[in-house]
């Protein structure tokens, strides 16, 4: 119970500052649509952006969390402070040398990387030409988010999550900032926009190094590619880059395929992923990031009950906290992005579109999470060859179904294909955990998935009859009444699930009603 605690109590923190970012991040989709619309520009830049964000994942957060945590929480509990500092310094110093090569290299081939992403786009020389403008403009983002991602990854390790989740704000005050003030300086509006990019990733960098100082594990450069953990870790990364590499595939090939869709469908694909990612990141990546210490922690002590128990309780969370909001997003997608998204040049016909492929990506959102979790839970194990598995299969699945439903669904079809793969990478993940770890709470997972499914389609019905059919939606303006309808419904949303959940006695409520009850108490007390 003290291990879930502690998880819930780094979850919430996180949650709360990823709330603060994805708002942030709310605000500068809002910005970007109305200065740059939906058009050919902001299709390059989405484009480019997206290859920063697939590196950062393959290079930065997504491999280097995964394969860095369970070695360095090993070296933390097993050995000394100081030898885990050591390994650490020794990782941030050779993953800077590997990165400063990367971002030189990647600025040369830009050409080729945007050819082999977007080749639809080679046929339109101004197209192409300033998306491969705009990449080379961003690739040293990658530098600092990967450095970023160590520090991350220690002040993580020692149960220290705010300042590693308040990173990202960083990014998005930046990239407001540059859009609003810098961009309309600039005789490429648009480069501006990549700049703030750039000097968001190196503020997401600078804002950790206080609170990792104040650990005691202030980096030293020490170059040591023979080191034990070092070479652990490299061998640990390598099959996550992998698997970092054919998930990110799995959101590109929806990329490639789309630049030969009719003019939008990019724009509609990145801003409907993106009000996608917000329940997920607030969430999903919150509960994954806060189970992978602790599950590390078990698994380098031989606690395999422990561990099981962690496992079986993340994904009850997990589930507990995405069907709803996959419900909430189906049904209330076009009033989301309506309000969130369109003014300026973004008209009712892009709010249609993006909402969906919104509808699409949404079918999936309880999977995409739930792979989160279950891959920390082979990461925390050292395994990092499984995750590889799933995500080929994965990978193949995607690519078959986006062929298949790219005709009669268009741009739709490819957000649906990420779902459907998503789907059937966390079944395939279940089905190997479960045969290397036994039992794994299979029971009541499926109990509290079942009573959280009726809770949330009660939730859905409620919220579509407050705010679904309204006509505001289809206008431009009327932001106080569209305020109003989506506030009154999503709160109504929430206090039905809460009260169908009580009702039905889900021992995810309770657990998380105790925390709160017994911290006011001692604070009263």
């Known amino acids: 119970m003290s291990d879930q605690a502690n998880?819930?109590?780094?979850?919430?923190?996180?949650?709360?500052?990823?709330?603060?970012?994805?708002?942030?991040g709310f605000v500068r989709v809002m910005v970007i649509a109305k200065?740059?619309?939906?058009?050919?520009?902001?299709?390059?830049?989405?484009?480019?952006?997206?290859?920063?964000?697939?590196?950062?994942?393959?290079?930065?957060?997504?491999?280097?969390?995964?394969?860095?945590?369970?070695?360095?929480?090993?070296?933390?509990?097993?050995?000394?402070?100081?030898?885990?500092?050591?390994?650490?310094?020794?990782?941030?110093?050779?993953?800077l040398f590997i990165l400063i090569g990367v971002v030189m290299l990647g600025i040369a081939l830009s050409p080729q990387i945007v050819s082999a992403i977007a080749h639809g786009y080679v046929q339109y020389p101004e197209k192409f030409g300033l998306t491969v403008d705009l990449t080379r403009v961003m690739f040293p983002y990658i530098l600092f988010?990967?450095?970023?991602?160590?520090?991350?990854?220690?002040?993580?390790?020692?149960?220290?999550?705010?300042?590693?989740?308040?990173?990202?704000?960083?990014?998005?005050?930046?990239?407001?900032?540059?859009?609003?003030?810098?961009?309309?300086?600039?005789?490429?509006?648009?480069?501006?926009?990549?700049?703030?990019?750039?000097?968001?990733?190196?503020l997401q960098l600078l804002i950790q190094l206080p609170a990792l100082n104040r650990k005691g594990m202030g980096f030293r450069f020490i170059f040591r590619p023979r080191h034990e953990g070092v070479k652990k870790v490299g061998r640990l990364t390598i099959p996550v880059i992998g698997s970092q590499a054919v998930t990110q595939i799995n959101i590109f090939i929806s990329s490639i395929i789309a630049t030969y869709l009719p003019e939008g469908s990019v724009s509609y694909l990145f801003y409907a992923m993106?009000?996608?990612?917000?329940?997920?990141?607030?969430?999903?990546?919150?509960?994954?990031?806060?189970?992978?210490?602790?599950?590390?922690?078990?698994?380098?002590?031989?606690?395999?009950?422990?561990?099981?128990?962690?496992?079986?309780?993340?994904?009850?969370?997990?589930?507990?906290?995405?069907?709803?909001?996959?419900?909430?997003?189906?049904?209330?997608?076009?009033?989301?992005?309506?309000?969130?998204?369109?003014?300026?040049?973004?008209?009712?016909?892009d709010t249609l579109g993006t909402a969906y492929a919104l509808l699409f990506f949404s079918i999936g959102l309880w999977a995409y999470s739930g792979v989160r979790v279950v891959n920390a839970a082979f990461y925390s194990l050292q395994d990092t060859r499984t995750p590889v598995m799933g995500a080929a299969l994965s990978m193949v699945t995607n690519v078959c179904m986006s062929l298949l439903l790219m005709g009669p669904l268009r741009h739709g079809g490819l957000a649906l294909a990420t779902a459907l793969a998503a789907m059937l990478n966390m079944s395939f993940l279940l089905y190997m955990f479960r045969r290397r770890m036994g039992l794994i709470g299979g029971r009541r997972i499926?109990?509290?998935?079942?009573?959280?499914?009726?809770?949330?389609?009660?939730?859905?019905?409620?919220?579509?009859?407050?705010?679904?059919?309204?006509?505001?939606?289809?206008?431009?303006?009327?932001?106080?009444?569209?305020?109003?309808?989506?506030?009154?419904?999503?709160?109504?949303?929430?206090?039905?699930?809460?009260?169908?959940?009580?009702?039905?006695?889900?021992?995810e409520l309770s657990f998380m009603y105790g925390m709160v009850a017994g911290r006011i108490k001692r604070r009263r007390g």
């Open 7 to 24: 998880i819930t109590k780094a979850a919430w923190s996180m949650s709360g500052v990823t709330s603060i970012s994805r708002v942030l």
């Open 35 to 95: 200065v740059f619309g939906a058009g050919m520009v902001a299709d390059c830049f989405f484009v480019a952006f997206r290859i920063s964000n697939i590196l950062r994942e393959l290079l930065a957060e997504g491999s280097m969390s995964a394969a860095f945590i369970p070695v360095f929480s090993e070296y933390l509990h097993t050995k000394s402070k100081e030898e885990a500092r050591e390994l650490a310094s020794a990782v941030f110093s050779i993953l």
């Open 145 to 202: 988010v990967g450095l970023s991602a160590v520090t991350m990854g220690v002040l993580n390790s020692m149960g220290s999550f705010a300042a590693p989740a308040f990173a990202p704000v960083m990014l998005n005050i930046s990239m407001i900032g540059f859009a609003l003030y810098v961009s309309p300086t600039m005789e490429n509006p648009i480069a501006g926009l990549a700049m703030g990019v750039v000097f968001g990733g190196l």
């Open 274 to 349: 993106y009000l996608f990612q917000f329940p997920h990141g607030i969430f999903g990546v919150s509960i994954a990031q806060a189970v992978l210490p602790s599950m590390s922690k078990q698994a380098a002590i031989g606690d395999d009950a422990a561990l099981r128990d962690t496992f079986s309780f993340g994904m009850r969370n997990i589930f507990f906290a995405m069907v709803p909001a996959m419900i909430g997003l189906i049904v209330l997608r076009v009033p989301i992005v309506s309000l969130l998204m369109q003014r300026g040049t973004f008209t009712y016909a």
């Open 446 to 507: 499926i109990v509290s998935v079942v009573k959280t499914l009726v809770a949330a389609s009660v939730m859905g019905v409620v919220c579509y009859y407050i705010a679904g059919t309204n006509a505001v939606w289809a206008e431009i303006g009327h932001v106080l009444e569209k305020s109003y309808l989506l506030t009154a419904a999503i709160v109504a949303g929430i206090a039905v699930y809460a009260s169908m959940q009580y009702m039905m006695k889900s021992e």
